[in-house]
């Protein structure tokens, strides 16, 4: 995982630390902006419109939880900024393998992170039902350890399409001077708390 200059070093919990992030609108709005650049507090508080004194209160909450951390500190107007940063986390399959537990805990909590964001985000100016393309979903499976590796192997081949489709997208915007635009996309697959029938009607039979 690349990780920024400062990581946070709060007192909670990462399952905890997860749940606090994800659990105010301001903080779900600094993340998401976060996601796409590095920013310092007075950029968040113009781009979403809060008062700066609100936005610090909530980067700090976010620093100390270790949601964000402080990518550089440089002077603007004669003033010291700090600007934030989420890292980017990128991982073979072969070394989340080798990865000790806590480092893969850290992992997945900035990634439950990440994706819940993205989805309240888009879900409050109505991006979700308002994409006529909306493909949104979720079950599950009762399968032996055979099944469970072949719906892992699916998610990954289906991921490298994903890129394959992006890569065709932007050689036709190329083409026809077209603007591309982001869409969020996610696969997930772990194993449930309890094992359970599934339920009946989650299935279309006909």
Avoid at 71 to 93: A, G, K, L, M
Wanted: with cysteine.
């Amino acid at each position: 995982m690349t990780t920024s200059a400062e990581e946070g070093k709060g007192g909670r919990e990462i399952q905890e630390a997860v749940s606090y992030a994800v659990g105010h609108r301001i903080r779900v709005e600094i993340l998401a902006i976060l996601h796409e650049r590095s920013a310092s507090a007075t950029e968040l508080a113009r781009i979403i419109r809060q008062p700066l004194s609100t936005v610090t209160h909530h980067i700090d909450e976010l620093l100390s939880s270790g949601a964000i951390g402080v990518e550089r500190t440089e002077r603007v107007r004669s003033v010291e900024q700090r600007f934030y940063v989420i890292s980017p986390i990128y991982f073979s399959d072969e070394d989340m393998e080798k990865m000790p537990k806590e480092e893969l805990q850290n992992l997945v909590r900035y990634l439950l992170q990440g994706l819940t964001v993205e989805a309240l985000a888009a879900f409050w100016v109505d991006k979700l039902t308002s994409d006529p393309r909306l493909f949104i979903s979720w079950g599950w499976f009762n399968v032996d350890e055979q099944g469970r590796a072949a719906i892992a192997d699916e998610q990954a081949r289906s991921w490298a399409r994903l890129y394959e489709i992006e890569e065709e997208a932007a050689a036709r915007c190329a083409e026809t001077g077209g603007d591309p635009f982001s869409v969020t996309v996610a696969t997930m697959s772990f194993e449930r708390v309890r094992t359970a029938p599934r339920p009946a009607g989650w299935k279309d039979e006909t």
